[in-house]
């Protein structure tokens, strides 16, 4: 094992080991759509009352604004979203150009095509070096066929079934 130093290469490499799902974080804030992506997303922090955690850059642009929002939608994306997800998370340009954009009357937002919404509050924001770790109350949620978008070792991955098991692998 080498030192876990900070942002150097082998942590880089060890975390990115790691699959994760995607997730856009979206709301409407002042009358204007705000989002960001997140792989970061941990559900099922607690199930009394129904809470998940993601955690976001201190240097995001986005989330200054997403975080004084009523209500955030958080879309787990579906494995066909790959080019949404890149949309979302440009910094140039409509973010929201084209998507299928449902909007909650809190001002959540949600993409049509995901597969997983939840309606969240956040509960609580804590620093966690070059992040803040976000604890969302989840106060509404719909699941969707389909399978998740998966990031692993810096690129997007599908999951995979084997045929001869249930045993399931990501693939690029």
Request: glycine share 8%.
């Amino acid at each position: 094992m080498e030192q876990a130093k900070a942002n150097s290469q082998p942590v880089r490499d060890s975390f990115n080991s790691v699959p994760t799902a995607v997730s856009a974080l979206c709301a409407v804030v002042s009358g204007v759509r705000r989002g960001l992506v997140a792989t970061s997303l941990s559900v099922g922090v607690s199930y009394e009352p129904p809470m998940v955690a993601f955690s976001v850059l201190n240097s995001s642009q986005t989330w200054p604004h997403l975080r004084t929002a009523q209500r955030i939608g958080v879309s787990v994306l579906g494995d066909s979203q790959a080019k949404a997800c890149r949309q979302i998370a440009s910094k140039h340009g409509d973010r929201f150009a084209g998507l299928d954009i449902t909007t909650s009357s809190e001002g959540a937002m949600f993409l049509g095509g995901a597969i997983s919404w939840m309606d969240c509050s956040i509960v609580n924001i804590a620093d966690a070096g070059d992040h803040e770790l976000v604890l969302l109350q989840v106060h509404r949620v719909s699941s969707f066929d389909g399978e998740p978008l998966l990031f692993h070792r810096t690129d997007f991955r599908r999951l995979e079934t084997l045929a001869a098991s249930n045993d399931v692998v990501v693939r690029g």
